[in-house]
Every structure is written in C-alpha cells, then in structure tokens.
C-alpha cells in the first residue's frame, strides 16, 4: 500500500481540498498574484526549454474557473509540456502560475494534487498489476487522514475509510463505464477503457481542475461519445477540465473556450467558432495535414 500511494502521489494524487484551504502566498496578501475575477488558473510568461528546443516560449493563458478549456495545436507545438508545467511534472525556466492566487512555481506535483490539481496522461500511465477498483482507490487513500498504524491494526477510522473508499470508488468506476470491471487487472481492460481508468483515478484525488492530454486518442467513434457526455458529467460536478485534443470534433463540442499553440507560441484563443474560422489557425493547423506525432 505505502508504493501505490507514493507512486500515484507521483501521478496524480490528491486530498479533499478546499478553496478555504489554500494558502496564499505573500504575493496574494500584498494583492500583486492574485488572480482576475472568474479566473482559476493564470500561466504568465512562462518558458520551457529541452537544450536547444525551445518548447514552450513566454505562454499566458487564463482558465475561467468554470467550463472546459481546450488547448489544441500541431503536433510538438508544446501542449504536452504545457500541461507538465501546469501539473508540476516540469518547472518553468521563467514564469508564473498562480491557482486560486497562490503562485504554483517551485511547487512540486504532489503538492499541487493536494491543492486541487488532477491529471492524466497522454501515454496512459495505470498501475497495470492492480485490478481496476485499487486503481481508482489509491487515488482516495493519498489524502485521508488516517493515522497509518491504523492501517497495521485496523482501527475505526481505518475501517470507515475503507468502507468509503469502495463506495466512492463504485460509484466513480459506474461515472466512467467500468463498474462491472471492478476486479479486473488494469493492465487487462481494452486501450479506450484504460484512458477511462485513467480519468477515474484522476478524480478520486477530488480534484478542483482536471488536465486531459489527448484523452481521446486511441478511441473509438462510441468511446469518443461516451468521452464528450462524461465531459459533460465532470464539468457538471464542478470541475473546471483542461483537455488538450487533436479531435476537433469533440473540442468544438465540448469547449467552451479554446487556447490554439503553435511551435511553443501563442497562436490564438476565443470561441470555437472563432478557432474554427481564423486564417493563422486554419493555415498551421485545422487546414493543414496533422504531421507525424513528434514527442
Ligand atoms: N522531456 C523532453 N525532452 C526533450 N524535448 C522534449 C521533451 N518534451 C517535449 N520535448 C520537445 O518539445 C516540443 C514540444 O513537445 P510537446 O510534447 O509539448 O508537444 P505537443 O504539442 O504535446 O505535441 P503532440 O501533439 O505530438 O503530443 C517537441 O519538439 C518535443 O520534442
Ligand atoms: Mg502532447
């Protein structure tokens, strides 16, 4: 148990968290980090270099704390790595990110799981040995606040979050489609089922901002529609998504504002409908011949 917890605090893990909860910096209290009104997440100038390769280069994005946000773009326009900076895989080389006024730089990803962020990955990350329902549970037991000789010599608290943790965890596995599959080795289930999973495991952490990179990839035509309603249920729960997507069809469904990178830069952003009929997009992406995936 204490190796799935670490490893999961390493993917994605989180607590209950609760906006009253958060901190704010010294920046929030002098006034100076604090984000717009309406907005959850702001990125500010932020930079990201691999050696030579410059991948992402001075991005500035607003998430409104309500909706989902879509950040598409051609391959190896850096929408991956944007998404590591966002969850604290990776750090800025310049920049600031400031969540609920509280500036994340500096602030590693297990840390910021606790404070709300959840993620999942563009190349499924499972721990493929562990049935279905344990992957789901150790994204609860990260944050519970169970004393852990409890857990050696099962104690009330132990045993009510056990009871919990299978409650809520039916209860997300029937969210995404996989209730029958409970006892089922992850590494076993089908690929569409495993990004299923994958969300499953991110929302157990509770989380107040999902990152979805690619989520539809692999899938088919129903798993992309069973994908947008499921999307539908998250952002109805309160959840604020980030998808990043190369299908259009489903961004222009389901996002409500959409963020277009390019070679590391800001491109464009508004409305679907906007994305959809400016030139500069239409001209390096929605126009052009997806290139062959680059990372
Ligand atoms: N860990 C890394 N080390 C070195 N280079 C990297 C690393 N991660 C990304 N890159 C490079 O940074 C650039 C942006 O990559 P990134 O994965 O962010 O693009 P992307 O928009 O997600 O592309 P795709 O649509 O193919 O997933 C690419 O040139 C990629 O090769
Ligand atoms: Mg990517």
């Not at 798993?223 to 604020?240: C, D, H, M, N, S």
Request: glycine share 10%; with cysteine.
């Amino acid at each position: 148990m204490i190796t799935t917890v670490m490893n999961l605090d390493t993917l994605s893990g989180a607590p209950p968290r609760t906006d009253a909860g958060l901190r704010p910096t010294a920046d929030t209290q002098a006034g100076t980090a604090a984000n717009p009104p309406g907005i959850l997440l702001e990125a500010r100038g932020l930079r990201k270099s691999f050696g030579g390769v410059r991948a992402v280069r001075g991005i500035s994005l607003a998430i409104p704390a309500d909706g989902v946000f879509a950040l598409i773009g051609p391959n190896g326009a850096g929408k991956s790595t944007m998404m590591n900076l966002l969850s604290g895989a990776y750090q800025p080389n310049e920049g600031e990110i400031l969540f609920n006024g509280r500036n994340l730089v500096g602030t590693p990803a297990y840390a910021r799981a606790r404070l709300g962020i959840a993620r999942t990955f563009q190349s499924i990350r499972l721990f493929k040995q562990l049935s279905v329902a344990e992957n789901v549970m150790a994204g609860f037991y990260v944050h519970r606040d169970v004393p852990w000789w409890q857990y050696v010599f099962p104690g009330r608290r132990a045993r009510q979050n056990t009871a919990d943790c299978r409650r809520e965890t039916l209860e997300l596995l029937q969210l995404v489609g996989l209730d029958a599959l409970a006892a089922r080795r992850a590494g076993t289930l089908a690929y569409g089922q495993q990004r299923m999973l994958e969300i499953a495991r991110a929302m157990a952490t509770q989380p107040r901002l999902l990152l979805l990179d690619e989520p539809a990839a692999g899938l088919n035509s129903t798993e992309v529609q069973f994908l947008l309603e499921l999307i539908g249920k998250l952002r109805r729960r309160g959840v604020t998504v980030v998808v990043v997507e190369h299908n259009m069809d489903l961004v222009m469904t389901v996002a409500d504002h959409v963020f277009v990178m390019d070679h590391g830069e800001y491109l464009f952003q508004g409305k679907p409908h906007e994305v959809q009929t400016d030139e500069g997009v239409i001209a390096a992406y929605l126009g052009g011949q997806r290139k062959e995936a680059a990372a």
